[in-house]
């Protein structure tokens, strides 16, 4: 059965489509639903419950059937329910439902007029506000559709897509009013569906009377012809009327209407900061009305397009009754929003879009998201050639993530296709967005520096919508140029990495990723030879990071960098700071070879000893090596490097040049040592991989002995 419901004076109406007895026996006390009657029609049945004051029922469709209650229904979002949204037909006013009931005529039980109810069989929600049309006004409702007919010729019918209103059982147009199923677009924004010069006819005769209007009444005319321009798509105009009249009448800017009004144009005019005003707050009896502007807001912006997307998407039939100059601006907007963002069921919203390039390209997005791959792919690269730029710009784009997201090309050749768009998109206000697309697929081939520029780039050119696609994208640029840091010996590449980092870094939010590329932006500023500017970066980055053994890592190097610059104190609190049991055993080594490190620094060789004893670590090797090099003592210092060597110096193959220098520093040792077996074991490890020059006759000299001894000549004293 189907069911209407509204309030008329005290009461609150429920009509059912069926003479349906109930037992009202249960109902028993002096509570609210103690007032409920039932009356039985022949064909109807009324139910009817006295409010003793404002408060509010509330009528939803649940699993046992309907329920009223004084509260909204657990669970769910009653504000936020379906309403029902009229639209001009060639039939009549179409007033939509998923499935209409039955229509009934019934006498008001508390005025006496005269009625035509729609029932609905679906919760599809009401009408939310009085409206006033020609020999007929449309009462606000919870559910369905109440006519109250102050004309014979007024007709309400049930059709397969709702309930339909017509005049002599026609279609007809009245003054534009009735169609509207809000205050925000009746009385707010002032529009009327009315054919374009009748529009332009209101707008001049507003304009005119705004002209000639007295101080009194002058701010009110002023906004009638600011609504007027609305309705005929003169957004500018709008815009440029309200700011006049507000100058003059400042205290005016705190109604809601005009705030409203004057959003919506900012909206319309590029102006996201002045349109920021439509998020609200507003009245709570306007909350579900101002919803869709919200998503137009949002939409805009890219704030939150999957919230748009939904808002648009349950107030897309608004839109469709919009005047035309309006609805053509805001319809294909909202088409493409919900489109590409909405959810399966917001989705639905597009069955009926009408023709036009604009419409296809959001049934293509649609057809995307739906799973239909080549379909879409087929509507883009037809849609790449429309004549309308940014329906053209728009599809080659999608035609080029798609051909790159299957292969079809390579990335660099995505880049290049996309930098070929740059001045159709500049056209269509969507460079920023085609250069993150760019930056994007310069990224998939590692070239981090070519994708910055391409952010940077669509910085220059923000499109609101592109705002929150340049923070992950530049963090992952960063972090893969961090990551890849040049070697030493290319110095012009390790100095353009550097110079984008620091240039990039402040536009970083501080936490844990920016940590790690501060400590890779340290150890470049240590190779280019700035230990200072890299100590700062290494003190940066350690407050941001939350895992210990970047923690560690990130002091070991803070520590190293101040041994450098002989601070070993700091460089002792940085290890300190950032220590950890749980750190695993390589990194224990690491920061344990910098403490004997310290301990050197400060001249306690004993301490650097006692820490590195036992140590089979290369580093810990070297600096035992060392300390026993400092303090003469050959054979201890030889049995250390004779350990690295054994690890460092390949049995084959040519050898690098600090290898060459570890087998000359081990010839050296061991000769001071007169150790000749370690002499006769670097020789034979070496053979003839020393390359000619000075250092290859010193390695000869120290390892050559004709009587099977270790040459011991001045010339082998230890380098």
């Not at 001049?204 to 002023?222: E, I, N, V, Y």
């Not at 005016?252 to 705030?259: F, M, Q």
């Not at 419409?359 to 995307?368: E, K, N």
Request: aromatic content about 6%; some cysteine; hydrophobic content about 40%.
């Amino acid at each position: 059965m189907g069911i209407a419901a509204f309030q008329s004076g005290d009461r609150f109406i429920i009509v059912v489509d069926n003479a349906e007895p109930m037992d009202t026996s249960a109902l028993r006390g002096d509570g609210l639903f103690s007032t409920l009657s039932v009356k039985t029609l022949p064909d109807a049945t009324l139910i009817q419950v006295r409010l003793p004051d404002t408060r509010r029922l509330y009528l939803s469709q649940q699993a046992e059937g309907w329920v009223l209650g004084d509260k909204p229904p657990p669970g769910d979002h009653y504000d936020d329910r379906r309403v029902i949204n009229p639209q001009y037909t060639d039939s009549g006013i179409l007033y939509p439902m998923r499935r209409s009931g039955r229509v009934l005529s019934i006498a008001d039980p508390a005025s006496g007029d005269r009625l035509l109810v729609g029932t609905s069989i679906l919760d599809d929600g009401g009408i939310l506000s009085l409206r006033n049309g020609d020999g007929y006004d449309v009462w606000p409702t919870s559910e369905g559709v109440v006519i109250a007919a102050h004309s014979p010729r007024i007709d309400l019918k049930p059709v397969p897509s709702g309930i339909l209103l017509t005049q002599d059982g026609k279609g007809f147009l009245d003054h534009g009013e009735a169609a509207y199923a809000n205050d925000v677009d009746l009385k707010w924004l002032g529009l009327q569906n009315l054919p374009l010069d009748a529009l332009t006819r209101r707008y001049h005769a507003a304009l005119l009377a705004a002209a000639d209007s007295d101080p009194f009444h002058r701010f009110t005319q002023r906004l009638k012809a600011a609504k007027a321009a609305f309705s005929l798509g003169a957004f500018v105009e709008t815009r440029g009327i309200l700011t006049v009249a507000l100058q003059d009448d400042p205290e005016e800017a705190a109604l809601p209407d005009v705030r409203f009004l004057l959003g919506a144009a900012e909206l319309l005019c590029g102006d996201m900061d002045g349109a920021s005003m439509l998020n609200g707050p507003w009245p709570a009896s306007q909350k579900r009305a101002t919803q869709l502007w919200q998503g137009l807001y949002l939409a805009a912006t890219g704030e939150n397009d999957a919230a748009a997307a939904q808002l648009l998407a349950r107030d897309f039939a608004r839109l469709k009754s919009y005047p035309a100059p309006v609805r053509d601006v805001l319809l294909p907007i909202a088409s493409e929003e919900i489109a590409r963002y909405g959810t399966p069921d917001d989705l639905a919203a597009l069955d009926d879009l009408p023709s036009g390039p604009a419409y296809q390209l959001a049934t293509a997005f649609r057809q995307m998201r739906s799973g239909k791959r080549d379909l879409a792919y087929a509507a883009f690269q037809k849609l790449a050639d429309s004549r309308d730029p940014q329906v053209a710009e728009k599809a080659l784009e999608q035609k080029t993530a798609i051909e790159l997201a299957d292969g079809r090309i390579k990335p660099d050749a995505a880049a290049e296709l996309f930098e070929t768009m740059i001045p159709d998109a500049r056209l269509a206000g969507r460079e920023a967005k085609l250069r993150l697309m760019q930056a994007d697929a310069y990224m998939q081939t590692q070239r981090w520096s070519d994708a910055l520029q391409a952010i940077d780039a669509a910085r220059l050119h923000p499109d609101t919508s592109s705002k929150d696609m340049v923070a992950p994208l530049l963090s992952q640029a960063l972090t893969g140029l961090a990551d890849s840091i040049p070697p030493a010996s290319d110095k012009k590449g390790l100095l353009h990495d550097t110079a984008m980092l620091k240039v990039h870094l402040p536009d970083l939010p501080p936490g844990a990723r920016k940590g790690n590329i501060l400590v890779s932006y340290g150890r470049m500023l240590l190779a280019l030879g700035l230990p200072d500017d890299a100590a700062q970066a290494f003190s940066d980055a350690i407050p941001m990071l939350t895992a210990p053994d970047l923690r560690a890592l990130a002091g070991a190097a803070l520590a190293e960098t101040d041994i450098e610059r002989r601070l070993p104190q700091e460089a002792a609190q940085a290890l300190t700071i950032t220590d950890d049991p749980s750190l695993p055993d390589d990194i224990k080594t690491t920061r344990q070879v910098l403490t004997a490190r310290i301990a050197l620094a400060t001249g306690d060789q004993a301490k650097a000893l006692t820490l590195l004893r036992n140590s089979a670590n290369t580093s810990a090797l070297d600096l035992t090596a060392r300390v026993h090099e400092q303090k003469g003592e050959w054979a201890a210092a030889a049995s250390d490097v004779r350990k690295m060597a054994a690890d460092l110096l390949p049995p084959t193959g040519p050898l690098t040049d600090s290898q060459q220098i570890l087998a000359l520093r081990l010839a050296s040792d061991a000769s001071q040592a007169a150790d000749q077996t370690l002499l006769g074991w670097v020789a034979d490890r070496v053979g003839d991989r020393m390359p000619d020059g000075d250092r290859g006759r010193m390695f000869r000299l120290m390892t050559k002995s004709p009587d099977g001894g270790a040459d011991t000549s001045p010339a082998a004293a230890p380098l």
